[in-house]
Antibody, heavy 123, light 110 residues
Framework: QLQESGPGLVKPSEPLSLTCTVS????????WSWIRQPPGKGLEWIGY???????NYTPSLKSRVTISVDTSKNQFSLKLSSVTAADTAVYYC???????????????????WGQGTLVTVSS | QSVLTQPPSASGTPGQRVTISCSGS????????VNWYQQLPGTAPKLLIY???QRPSGVPDRFSGSKSGTSASLAISGLQSEDEADYYC???????????FGTGTKVTVL
């Protein structure tokens, strides 16, 4: 089970920070992703992380995104800097199943997903 | 940002068969497997099909997936009212070095 948490409202130009708490599985056993969905729109993959620190980010957000992991708390986190209204979205965390190796997760899929948390960027 | 193209909508009456297409390129669907996700209204996406045509445990066998070349399809046989949802395809994009999702298809049961 995955549960996202964090502020629901962020001011423009400030950082967005979210945490995903994992229960029922060891965070050290899988790769983990963040995915977002603007209201009324489609899904966008943000990036993934492995407990060892391996990360991979989508190019369009790479300069503003950091995904980190805290194995002691079985959590992983998303930080998105300098947000604008275009970053308003429901943010989901998800586990990778299938095959990931050395940072390559092309043969994996997302299951399960967290319930999602809406983050609104507004002053 | 979606590079996988799906029809925006599809519909059918209960019991009918509905097919959703997902069109990509040689750098995504052409060389990587396709997964499908179902998003019921107001809920998080749920895995429906993985590795082109595999159903996770608990997914009814009326859902099936296929892939040919740079396109993939999701078929729903014996359409039911609870199948009314948004459906997304997804695959790894080699040029992006990351995941790409389809534009999404809203299925309506008439």
């Amino acid at each position: 089970q995955l549960q996202e948490s964090g502020p629901g409202l962020v001011k423009p130009s400030e950082p967005l920070s979210l945490t995903c708490t994992v229960s029922g599985a060891s965070i050290s056993s899988y790769y983990w992703s963040w995915i977002r969905q603007p209201p009324g729109k489609g899904l966008e993959w943000i990036g993934y992380i492995y407990y060892s620190g391996i990360t991979n980010y989508t190019p369009s957000l790479k300069s503003r995104v950091t995904i980190s992991v805290d194995t002691s708390k079985n959590q992983f986190s998303l930080k998105l800097s300098s947000v604008t209204a275009a970053d308003t979205a429901v943010y989901y965390c998800a586990r990778h199943l299938g095959f990931c190796s050395g940072g390559d997760c092309r043969s994996s899929w997302f299951d399960p997903w967290g319930q999602g948390t809406l983050v609104t960027v507004s002053s | 940002q979606s590079v996988l193209t799906q029809p925006p909508s599809a519909s059918g009456t209960p019991g009918q068969r509905v097919t959703i297409s997902c069109s990509g390129s040689s750098s995504n669907i052409g060389t990587n497997t396709v997964n499908w996700y179902q998003q019921l209204p107001g809920t998080a996406p749920k895995l429906l099909i993985y590795s082109n045509n595999q159903r996770p445990s608990g997914v009814p066998d009326r859902f099936s997936g296929s892939k040919s070349g740079t396109s993939a399809s999701l078929a729903i046989s014996g359409l039911q009212s609870e199948d009314e949802a948004d459906y997304y395809c997804a695959a790894w994009g080699d040029s992006l070095n990351g995941y790409v999702f389809g534009t999404g298809t809203k299925v309506t049961v008439l």
